[in-house]
């Protein structure tokens, strides 16, 4: 039997006398564990803080929202890319206009540590991508000062880390670049050859392929005469047409990278803030049915409802609905139902 006294001391059984009162331990919050990565890209110590010198470092502080609730993260291709629109596969995606229409964000940044090793490893900390800068920075009708930014941390996981700006950097340096791994410096070359996941809908395919090799060589041609500019659309499409597309080589990629000619891009990450709104819209929306997911935004809603999500079903396959989970019955259990169900047999 445990008597309280007055004193706050404990008596126990086994006790012969007065025991000091008992600390209750206050439990500490865990830290989310994030699945680490193998790097493609190293850089050195010196060469991380000197592209960090343009931004300022300090780091954001989030105070409303607890660490594991700040860790949460949610599917790019299930989630994501069907309620805010953008390309599942493109690191910097940008919406259609629909989606812009609804809810204002231009662009977004998906960032994969295998590619980005010194990407922000918290929410709210400076770091660097091996990216262009986002095209919504540089639009001069519609500017904006950040962007909301993911890191993925394990398969189709990805981890909502704040509102970034992203600021030009130094790039890489002929010796940087050549110190890299043989299969990093050989996908550089390759990707401006092979087909993409994202493709633009008038280039799609093995045209996508061509539109690069085009760009390339007339970006080529304007840093040999010393123009410091991008090639524009209408100088592309002329090199398509002339097939002087063909011109460009992996061997020549290659000359490009070893003599500085053509450089891998880098961004310092500047935390503009974290919206904590933001993050339980996140949280909260993928904890809801899937069959929800699919959110589909609306210049102008439907008079008869009020309701912005819409649900996509395909008529030519029957579905069963349990507790609003889809079912998709395979068409040769339907025909046996069929077979069953005839007054025939």
């Given at each position: 039997?445990?008597?309280?006294?007055?004193?706050?001391?404990?008596?126990?059984?086994?006790?012969?006398?007065?025991?000091?009162?008992?600390?209750?331990?206050?439990?500490?919050?865990?830290?989310?564990?994030?699945?680490?990565?193998?790097?493609?890209?190293?850089?050195?110590?010196?060469?991380?803080?000197?592209?960090?010198?343009?931004?300022?470092?300090?780091?954001?502080l989030i105070t409303h929202?607890?660490?594991s609730y700040v860790a949460?993260?949610?599917?790019?291709?299930?989630?994501?890319?069907?309620?805010?629109?953008?390309?599942?596969?493109?690191?910097?995606?940008?919406?259609?206009?629909?989606?812009?229409?609804?809810?204002?964000?231009?662009?977004?940044?998906?960032?994969?540590?295998?590619?980005?090793?010194?990407?922000?490893?918290?929410?709210?900390?400076?770091?660097?991508?091996?990216?262009?800068?986002?095209?919504?920075?540089?639009?001069?009708?519609?500017?904006?000062?950040?962007?909301?930014?993911?890191?993925?941390?394990?398969?189709?996981?990805?981890?909502?880390?704040?509102?970034?700006?992203?600021?030009?950097?130094?790039?890489?340096?002929?010796?940087?670049?050549?110190?890299?791994?043989?299969?990093?410096?050989?996908?550089?070359?390759?990707?401006?050859?092979?087909?993409?996941?994202?493709?633009?809908?008038?280039?799609?395919?093995?045209?996508?392929?061509?539109?690069?090799c085009a760009r390339h060589?007339?970006?080529?041609?304007?840093?040999?005469?010393?123009?410091?500019?991008?090639?524009?659309?209408?100088?592309?499409?002329?090199?398509?047409?002339?097939?002087?597309?063909?011109?460009?080589?992996?061997?020549?990629?290659?000359?490009?990278?070893?003599?500085?000619?053509?450089?891998?891009?880098?961004?310092?990450?500047?935390?503009?803030?974290?919206?904590?709104?933001?993050?339980?819209?996140?949280?909260?929306?993928?904890?809801?049915?899937?069959?929800?997911?699919?959110?589909?935004?609306?210049?102008?809603?439907?008079?008869?409802?009020?309701?912005?999500?819409?649900?996509?079903?395909?008529?030519?396959?029957?579905?069963?609905?349990?507790?609003?989970?889809?079912?998709?019955?395979?068409?040769?259990?339907?025909?046996?139902?069929?077979?069953?169900?005839?007054?025939?047999?």
């Open positions: 039997m445990r008597v309280e006294q007055q004193e706050e001391f404990v008596l126990g059984p086994s006790l012969s006398g007065p025991v000091l009162p008992l600390e209750v331990k206050q439990e500490e919050e865990k830290k989310p564990r994030i699945k680490e990565e193998p790097k493609l890209f190293t850089l050195s110590p010196e060469g991380v803080l000197r592209r960090l010198s343009a931004i300022d470092q300090k780091p954001i929202l607890t660490s949460r993260t949610t599917s790019r291709v299930h989630f994501l890319s069907r309620r805010y629109g953008g390309s599942q596969q493109d690191p910097l995606p940008r919406p259609a206009q629909r989606f812009v229409a609804a809810h204002g964000i231009p662009q977004f940044c998906f960032l994969m540590p295998t590619w980005s090793p010194y990407a922000p490893k918290q929410p709210g900390e400076p770091g660097l991508a091996f990216l262009r800068v986002p095209d919504c920075f540089r639009d001069p009708e519609h500017p904006v000062s950040s962007i909301p930014t993911w890191v993925r941390r394990s398969s189709d996981r990805w981890q909502y880390i704040g509102h970034y700006r992203f600021v030009a950097s130094e790039p890489l340096t002929v010796e940087e670049y050549l110190n890299q791994d043989a299969f990093v410096r050989e996908t550089r070359v390759t990707a401006i050859f092979g087909k993409d996941w994202q493709t633009r809908r008038s280039h799609p395919g093995g045209r996508m392929a061509r539109y690069r060589i007339v970006w080529r041609e304007l840093k040999l005469a010393g123009e410091d500019r991008f090639a524009t659309e209408e100088e592309i499409q002329r090199a398509i047409e002339s097939g002087r597309y063909n011109e460009v080589t992996p061997e020549m990629v290659r000359d490009d990278f070893a003599s500085g000619l053509l450089k891998v891009n880098v961004c310092a990450m500047e935390c503009y803030g974290y919206d904590e709104k933001f993050q339980r819209e996140l949280v909260e929306g993928y904890s809801q049915p899937k069959r929800t997911w699919a959110r589909v935004f609306n210049d102008v809603k439907s008079e008869e409802s009020d309701s912005d999500i819409e649900i996509i079903e395909n008529p030519r396959r029957p579905r069963m609905v349990f507790d609003c989970v889809e079912i998709v019955v395979p068409s040769w259990l339907t025909r046996m139902r069929a077979r069953e169900l005839s007054p025939e047999l």
